[in-house]
T-cell receptor, first 115, second 110 residues
Framework: NAGVTQTPKFRVLKTGQSMTLLCAQDMNHEYMYWYRQDPGMGLRLIHYSVGEGTTAKGEVPDGYNVSRLKKQNFLLGLESAAPSQTSVYFC??????????????FGQGTRLTVV | GQQVMQIPQYQHVQEGEDFTTYCNSS?????IQWYKQRPGGHPVFLIQ?????EVKKQKRLTFQFGEAKKNSSLHITATQTTDVGTYFCAGSQGAQKLVFGQGTRLTINP
């Protein structure tokens, strides 16, 4: 049982390049999230999904797109990377139990640097 | 929309001192969760509280959920260097998305 797996773990991009971060979970969770965490800061929600085929914007969605074509995968895309997107990106998943959103499991994080 | 505020943002203590972080929601929550993130790591689930006025303990950690289900606290008794990290609360309303607080970073002077 791998839990939540993020790939890649590290990446350096040049300004204007594009990339996709992959998050995969093997726990059959309904909810999936993408967060960014800047040094010394908290978690800021980029996009999230409450089920396969559905996505919604979080508090900092600009410059990012997401897709959830399969329940186990949640992809985060950067179409044209900017230095302001240098951050650590965390994916998380959680499940619904008795009508409540419960324990979130986080991936190990992707450290992205845009130069 | 739902907001979860956490204070303080930073706390530095001497080893052996107690530590408390507080979490306040703008709306009534169905549940509150607490997470710990070690430096360089990812957030890890500690506990979930569901009932009004609930108190749970994990060794030196005590978690409380307010009577109105809008606030919560985490108290660590006699901190140790292994307690270093950032503590996050997260709440949700029913099946809606989890909303995280900004976290409290705890540093400890040995």
């Amino acid at each position: 049982n791998a839990g939540v797996t993020q790939t890649p773990k590290f990446r350096v991009l040049k300004t204007g390049q594009s990339m996709t971060l992959l998050c995969a979970q093997d726990m059959n969770h309904e909810y999936m999230y993408w967060y960014r965490q800047d040094p010394g800061m908290g978690l800021r929600l980029i996009h999230y999904s409450v089920g396969e085929g559905t996505t919604a914007k979080g508090e900092v969605p600009d410059g990012y797109n997401v897709s959830r074509l399969k329940k186990q995968n949640f992809l985060l895309g950067l179409e044209s990377a900017a230095p302001s997107q240098t951050s650590v990106y965390f994916c998380a998943s959680s499940f619904r139990d008795r009508g409540m959103n419960t324990e979130a499991f986080f991936g190990q994080g992707t450290r992205l640097t845009v130069v | 929309g739902q907001q979860v505020m956490q204070i303080p943002q930073y706390q530095h203590v001497q080893e052996g001192e107690d530590f408390t972080t507080y979490c306040n929601s703008s709306t009534t929550l169905s549940n509150i969760q607490w997470y710990k993130q070690r430096p360089g790591g990812h957030p890890v689930f500690l506990i979930q509280l569901v009932k009004s006025g609930e108190v749970k303990k994990q060794k030196r950690l005590t978690f409380q959920f307010g009577e109105a289900k809008k606030n919560s606290s985490l108290h660590i008794t006699a901190t140790q260097t292994t307690d270093v990290g950032t503590y996050f609360c997260a709440g949700s309303q029913g099946a809606q998305k989890l909303v995280f607080g900004q976290g409290t970073r705890l540093t400890i002077n040995p």
